[in-house]
């Protein structure tokens, strides 16, 4: 199961930006296939609407609001981060099943900013077989959420169930 896929399906699915056509099943999958998702341009009223519904606080409301915080200006809710990051992972990670959640990790290294470009970078990092059903797999995600200037704003890791073709 691990590593074990064609130089020409490599090609295919590595490395892939933006939507995916094809949908991927477990045998599809090997450790160090990465994604690279589209590009998603953040504002501030996106930010301050996000924040107004989700994430009320001070800093993602105004500059003035951030003025004092550890942030200093406006910032986005690390939720509004994620959120962002869920969609350009669905549109690019294409598991047939869907991104499913079993355990998840998530981390901020470094606030989002009004004008950032958001892309996510994400790999499959391990492949752990189900012991009980053999159709399954337990398949462990890292994605970056990077800025413009490549710096990592978000480490996101997930472990998901996969599973074979019918």
Request: proline fraction near 6%; aromatic fraction near 8%.
């Amino acid at each position: 199961m691990r590593g074990r896929q064609s130089a020409a399906h490599r090609r295919l699915s590595e490395d892939r930006t933006g939507a995916a056509s094809e949908r991927l099943f477990l045998e599809d999958l090997y450790v160090g296939q990465r994604f690279v998702s589209a590009v998603h341009h953040l504002d501030a009223e996106q930010i301050k609407t996000f924040a107004r519904e989700y994430d009320p606080q001070p800093f993602h409301l105004s500059d003035e609001g951030a003025g004092g915080t550890i942030f200093g200006t406006l910032a986005a809710s690390g939720w509004h981060t994620m959120a962002i990051t869920m969609r350009l992972l669905v549109d690019s990670v294409p598991l047939d099943a869907g991104l499913i959640g079993a355990t998840t990790e998530v981390s901020w290294p470094r606030p989002t900013r009004p004008g950032s470009d958001l892309q996510v970078f994400s790999e499959f990092v391990d492949i752990l077989p189900s012991r009980s059903k053999p159709n399954m797999a337990i398949v462990t995600m890292r994605a970056e959420t990077r800025d413009q200037d490549g710096q990592v704003l978000q480490i996101f890791t997930a472990k998901m169930p996969v599973f074979k073709r019918p």
